[in-house]
């Protein structure tokens, strides 16, 4: 007897449930290493996004910042993950940016299209199975967890 289409469609969302978020990059699906939730990094996003207002804040004062707000959103992003793998947000709430080779420091190109890539906004909202948006998809990096 052929499987009816209903029988494929549960076979198929049982399988679905039983995939593991990052186990195809290799990752745990719990604890240090994993890959991290939205919640979270939307919250370090929310972080980064009103550290860097303030401090284009600071050099337009006393007008508002405006559009240059997202020039230091870029320039402080695109510094700090060059520089440590994390951005003030992701330190806060124990994330990091993972480098698709374990222990080498985030090239300058990533940093700079991944973050190019997030100020968009959209490419951070189309995410695959794992969560991971298009922007850490296309510059071949993940959100985890640290602790």
Do not use: K, Y
């Not at 860097?52 to 993950?81: K, Q, R």
């Not at 300058?108 to 973050?115: H, I």
């Amino acid at each position: 007897m052929r499987p009816t289409l209903a029988d494929m469609a549960s076979d198929e969302a049982q399988a679905s449930q039983q995939r593991v978020r990052g186990a195809a990059l290799g990752l745990p699906a719990e604890g240090p290493g994993s890959l991290a939730g939205f919640g979270q990094r939307l919250g370090a996003f929310a972080v980064d996004a009103v550290a860097a207002a303030l401090v284009a804040g600071l050099v337009t004062a006393p007008e508002l910042p405006g559009n240059w707000s997202l020039l230091s959103f870029v320039v402080i992003t695109v510094a700090f993950l060059a520089a440590t793998g994390q951005t003030p947000g992701m330190r806060l709430l124990g994330l990091r940016l993972a480098h698709p080779q374990a222990g080498r420091r985030l090239a300058l190109w990533r940093a700079g299209v991944r973050t190019a890539l997030l100020a968009l906004l959209v490419p951070a909202l189309v995410v695959d199975a794992d969560g991971r948006g298009l922007h850490d998809r296309l510059t071949d990096t993940a959100v985890i967890r640290e602790r």
